[in-house]
T-cell receptor, first 116, second 107 residues
């Protein structure tokens, strides 16, 4: 089956630094990837849609200058949390589809970000 | 924009069948219904997807009535390892997950 790989699985950083999270589609090409954020005991919240070769589309309330998304190839999208603060601590998850618009989402295993 | 409503939690025992119903009154004609399972500190995992009537795979069944305003995920003979959060997702352009249903399976 389709595999989406995320790296790192967890990261701890100091307040004010930047952190990059990678999302790779291992056995398929993904022109579109989706980035979610999940706080403890809460549901997944869509942050942005990452489009290969073009700018990402951010959901309302998500700061595009803080959460930089780059989708430079058909198998790699990156999310950079810039100038991280403790309130950015969360579980970040990427996903992608194989094929057509209504095909199921395949999720990475997530990245636990802790900002101290 | 289809919003989904599910029960917050459900308890069951090993070997029982668990049925989780999701309401999605504003589902659009082209939208599919997809169910995911999520364990703590992991990304969601695809369970089953359907458009209408009944779909069955090796782990679950999905029942969708003719009006498509709801759907029911059926997990046959659950085990302790089925304890997880289950989300139904109406696959529209917003990809908005609802609160999910926490299923707890007890021995």
């Amino acid at each position: 089956g389709a595999v989406v790989s995320q790296h790192p699985s967890w990261v701890i950083c100091k307040s004010g630094t930047s952190v990059k999270i990678e999302c790779r589609s291992l056995d398929f090409q993904a022109t579109t990837m989706f980035w979610y954020r999940q706080f403890p005991k809460q549901s997944l919240m869509l942050m942005a849609t990452s489009n290969e070769g073009s700018k990402a589309t951010y959901e309302q309330g998500v700061e595009k200058d803080k959460f930089l998304i780059n989708h430079a190839s058909l198998t790699l999208s990156t999310l950079t949390v810039t100038s991280a603060h403790p309130e950015d601590s969360s579980f970040y998850i990427c996903s992608a589809r194989v094929g057509q618009v209504n095909s199921p989402l395949h999720f990475g295993n997530g990245t636990r970000l802790t900002v101290t | 924009l289809a919003k989904t409503t599910q029960p917050i939690s459900m308890d069951s025992y090993e070997g029982q069948e668990v049925n989780i119903t999701c309401s999605h009154n504003n589902i659009a004609t082209n939208d599919y219904i997809t169910w995911y399972q999520q364990f703590p500190s992991q990304g969601p995992r695809f369970i089953i997807q359907g458009y209408k009537t009944k779909v069955t795979n090796e782990v679950a069944s999905l029942f969708i009535p003719a009006d498509r305003k709801s759907s029911t995920l059926s997990l046959p003979r659950v085990s302790l390892s089925d304890t997880a959060v289950y989300y139904c997702l109406v696959d529209d352009y917003k990809l908005s997950f609802g609160a999910g249903t926490t299923v707890t399976v007890r021995a």
